[in-house]
């Protein structure tokens, strides 16, 4: 008896796999349920595609945009945003960093440098600090008594991110990634060499850090026989304390750290002259991206200046500084690696969808608009004018032109 399920089976040459030759399990299955039916991914032939103008401008566009918004995430991912957290201060330290770099219009021979604190101690600071002779050269420095309006404290912040003359420039961003842990300590040979450097020269470029008592002290840059006992006496036509503040500061320095006093500068043509700074400094600690902890200090400042007759004061520049009882956390927020991933596909994946499924929107409105404008421009010239096709054929709306007036002719 004939079966043809056996017959079939053999002319196969014995495929235990029950399908026929050239035929997958996915084109079996493909029979059931079209595997083709669940693509996400349409494909369309590249000879139904069209280039057009638009469609570059806006693939420019587009990618422009993905673009920044890939940088400001990945800028996010490597820097953060600072959080801000205040609090009273619990800290007992006992010493406090002062990184002091400023050029004096005088010689350095007549300059002296002392501190006298709360406590009631006076140092003298003249040899903790290096002084140099160079010439007296402004620079970018500028007056903020001849700022027009006082800055806000979001552009003395702002102000503060630039490098000062001290911070080197090249790869900080990578330094820092990759240090280990932050100095505690500046020292001399971390300040930029004087430039130019004379040995007698007619200006003093004072600088370096020291460490002081954490309270209430005036530092004070005075001329000698002015002010302090000394044995000699300085000249008054030598005594000209005009001055370049090039970075005045407490503690190691971190990004959008607040030195209102960097490059400042401050003029005078009397030989009897003072400056008074009083500034009022925050504890702050600064904790990175890495969770790396940074204990230093910022501050806000008010100035002060007059001319005066001789003996009727002492001439000479004065920071005077106390402490604030309340103490700034500065935290860094960034994204893990993970969560930069996972924003960088949402970026890049959503502006290209959505600006592909607006260009598809905006194609077939004016598809549909090109089209009724188009029939109107066919039905409304025919309804009036005389050769149009209708009128041409003889035909209307019954099929004939005028057929009463065609039968009356014809009797």
């Not at 100095?183 to 040995?199: F, G, Q």
């Not at 009022?280 to 200090?297: C, E, F, K, M, Q």
């Not at 690696?337 to 499924?357: D, E, K, M, N, S």
Request: glycine letters at 8%; a neutral charge.
């Amino acid at each position: 008896m004939f079966e043809p399920h056996l017959e079939t089976h053999h002319s196969h040459g014995g495929n235990d796999n029950g399908f026929g030759d050239g035929v997958s399990i996915l084109d079996e299955l493909d029979k059931l349920a079209p595997i083709k039916s669940f693509d996400a991914f349409p494909k369309v032939q590249s000879t139904y595609v069209s280039r057009s103008r638009r469609g570059g401008v806006l693939t420019t566009v587009v990618g422009l945009i993905i673009f920044l918004l890939v940088l400001n995430d990945l800028g996010e991912y490597l820097y953060g945003a600072p959080d801000y957290e205040f609090q009273v201060d619990h800290e007992l330290e006992r010493d406090l960093q002062l990184n002091v770099d400023l050029t004096v219009a005088m010689p350095c021979h007549y300059l002296t440098i002392d501190l006298r604190d709360a406590v009631g101690d006076r140092l003298h600071l003249s040899d903790d600090f290096v002084k140099e002779g160079t010439d007296f050269v402004v620079g970018k420095a500028s007056s903020m008594k001849l700022s027009p309006t006082s800055r806000s404290a979001s552009e003395i912040i702002a102000s503060s991110r630039r490098h000062t003359p001290n911070q080197r420039r090249t790869f900080g961003g990578i330094r820092r990634l990759f240090s280990s842990a932050p100095k505690a300590r500046k020292e001399h040979s971390a300040y930029r060499p004087t430039v130019p450097k004379l040995e007698e020269g007619p200006a003093c470029r004072i600088y370096g850090s020291v460490k002081v008592k954490k309270v209430t002290a005036n530092l004070h840059v005075t001329t000698l026989g002015h002010g302090y006992m000394s044995f000699e006496h300085t000249d008054h036509h030598l005594m000209n304390l005009t001055h370049v503040v090039h970075e005045f500061s407490f503690g190691p320095f971190f990004p959008a750290i607040s030195q209102p006093l960097d490059m400042s500068l401050e003029l005078t043509e009397q030989p009897f002259t003072i400056f008074q700074y009083f500034l009022r400094v925050v504890p702050t600690t600064y904790i990175d991206a890495s969770r790396r902890r940074l204990s230093t200090s910022q501050y806000a400042v008010t100035d002060y200046s007059r001319s005066f007759e001789h003996g009727h004061g002492i001439p000479g520049i004065f920071f005077k500084y106390d402490l604030e009882g309340m103490h700034l956390t500065i935290r860094e927020r960034t994204t893990s690696f993970y969560q930069f991933l996972i924003r960088l596909v949402g970026v890049i994946g959503g502006v290209w969808t959505v600006a592909a499924f607006g260009l598809r929107v905006f194609n077939r409105a004016q598809r549909h608009v090109t089209k009724a404008v188009g029939k109107e421009k066919d039905v409304i010239p025919s309804a009036f004018e005389g050769n149009s096709p209708a009128a041409r054929d003889g035909s209307s709306y019954f099929g004939n032109s005028n057929p009463v007036l065609f039968d009356y002719k014809a009797r």
